[in-house]
């Protein structure tokens, strides 16, 4: 399998990942030029943190149609399933912000003045159908793919970009919401629309998949093989609100809020191209990892070219570029988030490490592995962002850059130590075995 074949593949759901990248730095630089910036920018990063953990549970959907459904049975069983988890958790977070449900929610979690607290409560308002339809399309993506119709997702996720910014163009000059929840809305106009667009075309991998006759899959193979998954993207997004609640207690509580979103997004559109690859790595690999080598050497190239475009744009002139030009920061706010960026220049590395670690392990079934290393990942945070905050005066920004390296190069490291034993009949295991006979009998 050669790298350009690869590439080629890979394409479509890396344009796909890099456009919901764009979504945050968008929202976020829309928020800098209108009014009241860091109290929008911070009610945003709150309200998105909040979000994060309500779409988590099925945020691996994706991975789960492409590997388990092969046909009629297992398509309806697993339809049904991803359904009533999408919006059993749209429904859980309309309860979320009922009046009474969410003062003692606020009361709890922010400790913050009641602008921001009423702000927040807007913005969640208008991420109610975001779980539900996340799962949606999520579920649908993974059937494209597995039909080989990757192109299709990047045409989706273009609508959903188009509509995102068409929104938000035609709804700010009527200023009938404030920042932070006109974003929440706009995003959600996006996901909607994107959703509608992948069922609409996956249609005819629909039809062809009720052609095929296989296997019952029961309810309870599902949930063993999801769980686990499910359980690894809670625990690693939840590292998002954890951070928010630290810069709310760190020292520079308003302007660590104020960058958060940004350097969330920042990572994410680097976390989100080894994402991507992921998915590529699964549908390539082959039942018996036939493609294990070349799929290797190309992670490597993707590591390294990764983070040296990480380097080029956080260490050399263009970050000021980026902060001030790009995403309209002032001058104290650029200086004051090029620090956390810069002590998270591992980060890219270690990315792709994981993902594609994970890959070979959820091709096997080994799923709990993968949880493993997200609980090391968020340990190794919690543990980094309560010695910074309680033992030193730093900001909270860079707390959580510290933090988040610190979390990647623990869920490497645990992943490394798991043991990784490919298929027996692995067509690598079988050359090493011809030629040690080969050396025996001479």
Not at 351 to 377: D, G, H, M, N, Q
């Amino acid at each position: 399998m050669s790298p350009y074949f690869i590439l080629k593949t890979w394409q479509p759901l890396a344009i796909t990942w890099i456009l919901m990248a764009l979504e945050g730095p968008f929202a976020s630089a829309m928020l800098t030029r209108g009014p009241n910036p860091e109290y929008n920018l911070a009610a945003f990063a709150i309200t998105f943190s909040v979000a994060l953990v309500f779409e988590a549970p099925i945020l691996m959907m994706m991975s789960v149609s492409l590997s388990l459904v092969k046909g009629k049975n297992s398509y309806e069983k697993l339809r049904k399933f991803s359904h009533i988890i999408s919006f059993s958790l749209s429904f859980l977070l309309f309860l979320l912000i009922l009046p009474n449900h969410y003062a003692f929610f606020a009361k709890i979690f922010l400790d913050l003045d009641e602008k921001l607290i009423y702000l927040i409560h807007l913005s969640l308002i208008t991420f109610i159908p975001w779980p539900g339809f996340i799962g949606y399309r999520r579920f649908h993506q993974g059937l494209l793919i597995g039909d080989n119709k990757n192109k299709l997702l990047s045409f989706g996720t273009l609508i959903r970009f188009s509509f995102l910014t068409a929104s938000f163009f035609i709804l700010s000059p009527l200023n009938f919401l404030d920042g932070a929840p006109l974003a929440g809305l706009c995003i959600n106009f996006g996901v909607i629309s994107e959703a509608l667009f992948i069922r609409f075309f996956s249609q005819k991998t629909i039809r062809k998949l009720k052609e095929k006759t296989d296997s019952p899959l029961p309810f309870l193979d599902i949930i063993s093989f999801y769980y686990p998954l499910a359980l690894t993207t809670i625990v690693g997004l939840s590292t998002q609100p954890i951070t928010s609640y630290v810069a709310i207690h760190a020292a520079y509580s308003l302007k660590s809020l104020a960058v958060l979103p940004f350097l969330n997004s920042f990572m994410f559109f680097f976390r989100a191209l080894c994402l991507s690859f992921q998915e590529i790595i699964l549908s390539l690999l082959g039942d018996q990892h036939e493609n294990y080598e070349a799929l290797k050497d190309f992670s490597l190239k993707l590591a390294a070219g990764l983070s040296l475009i990480f380097f080029i744009i956080v260490h050399t002139p263009i970050n000021f570029f980026m902060l001030q030009t790009v995403f309209g920061f002032s001058e104290e706010l650029s200086h004051f988030s090029l620090l956390p960026l810069k002590v998270m220049s591992l980060v890219p590395l270690l990315s792709v490490y994981i993902c594609w670690r994970r890959s070979l392990f959820i091709s096997l079934k080994k799923t709990l592995f993968s949880t493993y290393a997200s609980f090391s990942e968020v340990f190794a945070i919690c543990l980094t962002l309560f010695y910074l905050v309680k033992f030193s005066s730093i900001s909270g920004a860079l707390c959580i850059g510290i933090a988040l390296t610190m979390g990647r190069a623990s869920s490497s490291l645990c992943l490394f130590l798991l043991d990784y034993r490919p298929p027996v009949n692995n067509i690598f295991i079988k050359r090493k075995n011809l030629l040690f006979q080969r050396v025996k009998s001479s």
